[in-house]
């Protein structure tokens, strides 16, 4: 069972990432199974999803384990409980994890819940996972994924909200449903800051938001224009990209005017002074 | 424009290092500009703020790539409005998008700031609206500290007031900012930091967007004694960093009470203190 769920994810992403090119590339798959298109939150009529080439390749890439640093997948995840009301005025209350509305007016009405996740991370997908165990038909539960970004330099600027993606689920029993985040979305975290509302239709312990649960990836950023340290580890060097991220947050200044020594050899002294940088280390 | 941004901040940083100090030091220059004061959080009228000699050679803490590691860059905290806890369930507000407002009451609400253990705590930022149309204080930010500790006897919680700021005018979108005393280091285990904003005003034209805080990694200073002390006494270059890791778990030395500094360090080694240091893992 988790495997398949670990390699249903692994699809998710490399779907979209064939849904959001023009044409499917050669080699690529086309998804046909309603079941299938519909987990991955596609219509269950979809016709033009496809599952990349080379894609089961990346099998370990599981989901199963949430590696935080390097190139893997980490996981910010919301408990239903953690979630904030839009208004006093919609009554809730929470189960161990979950959350429901007991608010019995109409309408819909929202959990918020903020999203906090590396800067300079990728930010792939939010899957909202809950209940819909009432009989009523038609969406239920919808997700909506926000980024809300604010200047204040050099003039207060007026918030911009933007609608990364929304899905709505009719689901009966548990579910889940993945809203993507549209590709190359870098997480600012100086200007910008991430929410996921849940929005319930009926109240009722039979419709309930169990947790939702964002995925991102480190990434290491494009190289700059210019070179830091001209005299060795120019644009063209094949790790200037790498030299130039460590220089930008402070962890090297280099081995003399200009250079970074790229070829000499490290002592075991000198990775400390990397390594005690990189991280911040500090003793109790 | 993010360059603009970038030595605004650095500027926050440096000109309240020098507004704590009794006494600007030769070099300083005096900040005048009454809109200026007035975006740094300052009165219009201040007369003893200071840009800190060297301030401007500090402009690569570019806040506009929010880059988490090293020690020379920023990290970000964001709580978003509707993320804020109101201080009672007896009075009301609604979240407006991803902003708070108070419908009744006097209010007030908490957001815990979660930051890095041992990272240096710099500054509070708060954006919000004031469009009511009254003059004097609408809207008042405030950071706290809570220690507690829990062995080998329970005390009381200690709070702390680090600072505070204010929106003093009907001003349409503002940000204003707490700068927290020099040298406030983020201790975890013991303690807990909470942004409070009290709003003083019903309605929608007094909202509260978001708290920032800014934190900055550090490597913490040399300890007394040397846990390698064959080869890395405590008057060694790189003692305070290679002292940094051992605490951390990262490395044990290469033999008793010894670490190698001047040896080479092979690709292996690497692996060994990248992994140890990232805590990477497999998948399950």
Redesign the interface.
């Known amino acids: 069972m ?1 495997r398949i769920r670990s390699r249903s994810l692994l699809l998710l992403f490399l779907a979209l990432a064939v849904a959001s090119r023009a044409v499917a590339a050669e080699g690529d798959t086309r998804i046909t199974d309603p079941d299938l298109l519909a987990r991955l939150g596609c219509p269950r009529d979809a016709r033009n999803v496809f599952l990349a080439r080379g894609a089961v390749l990346h099998q ?3 989901p ?2 949430p ?1 935080e ?2 190139g893997d997948v980490g996981w910010t995840t919301v408990l239903g409980n953690q979630h ?1 009301s ?4 919609f009554g809730y209350d929470a189960l161990e994890g979950s959350i429901y509305r007991t608010y019995p007016g109409g309408g819909f009405t929202g959990f ?3 999203l ?1 996740m ?3 991370a990728l930010f792939q997908h939010v899957t909202f996972f809950g209940r819909d165990d009432n009989a009523n038909p038609g969406e239920q539960v919808r997700g909506d994924v ?1 980024r ?1 970004c ?5 003039g ?4 911009i ?1 933007t609608l990364l993606g929304s899905v709505g689920s009719a689901d009966t029993g548990n579910f889940t449903f993945t809203v993507f985040i549209p590709p190359g979305e870098v ?7 991430y ?1 996921a509302r849940t929005l319930f239709s009926s109240p009722g312990l039979e419709l309930q938001l169990h947790k939702i649960r964002a995925a991102w990836q480190r990434q290491v ?1 494009a190289a700059p224009a210019t070179a830091t340290f001209p005299n060795d580890t120019p644009t063209t060097h094949p790790y200037f990209r790498f030299v130039e991220a ?1 220089a ?4 090297t200044s280099g081995c003399g005017p200009q250079s970074f020594c790229p070829n000499a ?9 990397f ?10 | 424009m993010p360059r ?2 970038s030595k ?2 650095t500027l926050l940083v440096f000109v309240l290092a020098v507004a704590s100090r009794a006494v600007a030091a030769e070099g300083d220059a005096l900040i005048t500009d009454p809109d200026l004061l007035a ?1 740094l959080g300052f009165p219009r009228d201040a007369r003893n703020v200071y840009l800190a000699r060297g301030a401007l050679l500090n402009q ?1 803490s ?19 409005g ?5 201080d009672t ?1 007896s ?5 407006l ?3 708070i407002s108070r ?1 009744s009451g006097s209010m007030d609400f908490f957001a815990q700031l ?1 930051m ?4 240096l705590l710099q500054h509070v ?1 708060w ?1 919000g609206l004031d469009d009511d149309g009254n003059v004097g204080v609408q809207l008042e930010g405030t950071v706290f500290r809570v220690c507690q500790t829990g062995f080998p006897s329970v005390g009381p919680p200690i709070v702390t007031l680090l600072g505070n700021g204010n929106s003093s005018s009907a001003s ?4 204003f900012v707490v700068m927290v005393p020099p040298g406030e ?1 983020v201790r975890n285990l013991t303690c807990a930091y909470v942004a409070r904003t009290r709003l003083d005003g019903v309605g929608p034209e007094l909202q509260l ?2 708290v ?1 805080a800014g934190w900055q ?4 200073p040399a ?1 007394v004694t040397a846990t390698f002390p064959n080869d ?1 006494p405590t008057t ?1 270059p ?1 003692f ?6 051992a ?2 778990g ?2 044990a030395g ?1 033999a008793p009470q010894s ?7 092979t690709r292996g ?2 692996a060994v ?2 992994s140890a ?8």
């Open positions: 988790r370990e890439a599981s199963s384990a590696k640093f390097g904030h839009t208004s006093s005025s918020d819940a903020q906090e590396p800067g300079g926000w809300v604010q200047a204040e330099f050099p207060v600027g007026p918030p909200l997480v600012r975290n100086f200007t910008c800051g929410y950023s460590l930008a947050s402070g962890i050899p490290i002592t075991r002294g000198e990775m400390a002074v390594l005690s940088v990189a991280l911040g280390l500090h003793f109790p | 603009i941004g605004c901040l975006r690569r570019l806040p506009s790539s929010p880059e988490e590691f090293g020690t020379q860059d920023f990290g970000w905290t964001t709580v978003l509707n993320q804020h806890h109101p369930s009075q009301e507000f609604v979240s998008g991803f902003s419908l979660e890095p253990s041992g990272a930022t954006f349409g979108d503002f940000t280091v967007r978001k920032r990694r550090q490597v913490s300890p890395v060694h790189y305070r960093f290679i002292e940094a890791l605490s951390a990262v490395t290469c670490f190698c500094p001047a040896n080479p360090i080694e690497m203190f990248l240091a990232l805590g990477l893992h497999f998948p399950d």
